[in-house]
């Protein structure tokens, strides 16, 4: 079984910068991406960024684009999402996803970290 273990996240003022991370465990030699998915309150689950490990393709929303950079840990099974010029909008329960070779689902989910902007 593969797991996800989301950390930092918290409270910051708007235009204030926050890093988030997120380490897998178990069996993950075959997984080629991971990324962060988001969720406020009263809204649906949506893509924020992911980075393939192969050619390291970064692949971000437009609402983030220009203020978080998605990065490997370490050559870990890890990501860091690392946000800046952060806004109210940004408010929401942050979720990382890994994704295997050969599958177009994202496989497994970490468990959330919250991350709130004050303005």
């Known amino acids: 079984q593969v797991h996800l273990v989301e950390s930092g996240g918290g409270s910051v003022q708007a235009g204030g910068s926050m890093r988030i991370s997120c380490a897998a465990s178990?069996?993950?030699?075959?997984?080629?991406?991971m990324g962060w998915f988001r969720q406020a309150p009263g809204k649906d689950r949506e893509f924020v960024a992911s980075?393939?490990?192969?050619?390291?393709?970064?692949t971000y929303t437009d609402s983030v684009k220009g203020r978080f950079t998605i990065s490997r840990d370490n050559g870990r099974i890890a990501v860091i999402l690392q946000m800046n010029s952060l806004k109210a909008d940004d408010t929401a329960v942050y979720y990382c996803?890994?994704?295997?070779?050969?599958?177009?689902?994202?496989?497994?989910w970490g468990q959330g970290t919250q991350v709130t902007v004050s303005s």
């Open positions: 996803a890994i994704k295997y070779r050969g599958q177009s689902q994202w496989a497994y």
């Open positions: 178990g069996p993950t030699r075959t997984s080629v991406a």
């Open positions: 980075l393939h490990w192969t050619d390291y393709r970064q």
